[in-house]
């Protein structure tokens, strides 16, 4: 079945550390997304990519590195710079061809980052 | 930024009747999404109505968008307990050359059995 995933479900860092957000796609879509949800919040982009190697800045891009080295794979790091990193962790994709606008986001189940 | 908002924040229906959740936004738009989250989930695409549509139908769901208003609406009609999950709306703006969903704030919606 094709489909979105993330790994992993829950994810624990300490003070200091970077992390690395999992996401894997085999859908064929060429854009990626990720965004954070904070608690009866809704969502906010962090990074989104549209094509192999690019990817733009959302609106709450500091603190977090994405990269996108195969149209499959769009893997978030969550850097030290992050002062408030606990929410969960969204990441999507969709296609871009013709008419992409006529289609909607496939999501994965998300990651739960916690700082202990 | 978030800059669709939904209305209300929370809602808490019986089964069997209509939920109506809206939204409203700023900016042009190329069209207008609407999504569910279970508690804990991921988001699951619902509907999708583009800025040259007025109404659109899916199984339950009816969407409105007026753009002269900048809104948009959700009707859940016939409610059922398995409804119960946040409702967002979502755009893409068309004057900001982002190609990415804009996502509401979101309507808890509650159905009592």
């Known amino acids: 079945d094709g489909g979105i995933t993330q790994s992993p479900k829950y994810l624990f860092r300490k003070e200091g550390q970077n992390v690395t957000l999992s996401c894997e796609q085999n859908l064929n879509h060429d854009a990626m997304y990720w965004y954070r949800q904070d608690p009866g919040q809704g969502l906010r982009l962090i990074y989104y990519?549209?094509?192999?190697?690019?990817?733009q800045k959302g609106d709450i891009a500091e603190g977090y590195s994405v990269s996108r080295e195969k149209k499959e794979s769009f893997p978030l790091t969550v850097t030290s710079a992050q002062k408030n990193p606990t929410a969960f962790y969204l990441c999507?994709?969709?296609?871009?061809?013709?008419?992409?606008?006529?289609?909607?986001?496939?999501f994965g189940s998300g990651t739960r980052l916690t700082v202990v | 930024s978030q800059q669709g908002e939904e209305d209300p924040q929370a809602l808490s229906i019986q089964e069997g009747e209509n939920a109506t959740m809206n939204c409203s936004y700023k900016?042009?738009?190329?069209?207008l999404q609407w999504y569910r989250q279970n508690s804990g989930r991921g988001l699951v695409h619902l509907i999708l109505i583009r800025s040259n549509e007025r109404e659109k139908h899916s199984g339950r769901l009816r969407v409105t968008l007026d753009t002269s208003k900048k809104s948009s609406s959700l009707l859940i009609t016939a409610s059922r307990a398995a409804d119960t999950a946040s409702y967002f709306c979502a755009t893409v703006f068309g004057d900001t050359g982002r190609r990415a969903l804009t996502f509401g704030s979101g309507t808890r919606l509650q159905v009592q059995p």
């Open positions: 900016t042009s738009i190329n069209n």
């Open positions: 999507a994709s969709s296609t871009q061809g013709p008419g992409f606008l006529n289609y909607g986001y496939t």
């Open positions: 990519s549209q094509i192999v190697n690019d990817f």
